[in-house]
């Protein structure tokens, strides 16, 4: 029975992280991730695999940050360094 439940577990989270992986995920994400993975491993490793997950999900997150802000500075130089073009009639 713990197989069977283990499983239904398993393809739920499959289901829900499916569209999710877009987008990069943060504490809860990752958090969930790994309490499930320490679960597996045996008893009582839930609670550490949820916060590895979580620190890995909020370093993934401040990176995935620093790499967006680091975009919208390079375009926004680069628009500031392309002339403006006359309209014409």
């Known amino acids: ?38 679960h597996m491993v045996g008893s009582g490793h839930g609670v550490a695999g949820a916060a590895a997950g979580c620190a890995l999900g909020a370093h993934e997150r401040n990176k995935a940050e620093k790499k967006d802000a680091a975009q919208q500075k390079a375009a926004a130089q680069q628009q500031q360094q392309q002339p403006a073009q006359p309209k014409s009639n």
């Open 1 to 38: 029975m713990r197989g069977l439940s283990t499983l239904a577990v398993l393809a739920l989270l499959a289901g829900a992280a499916a569209p999710a992986m877009a987008e990069e995920g943060g504490c809860l994400k990752y958090g969930a991730a790994g309490a499930v993975a320490g």
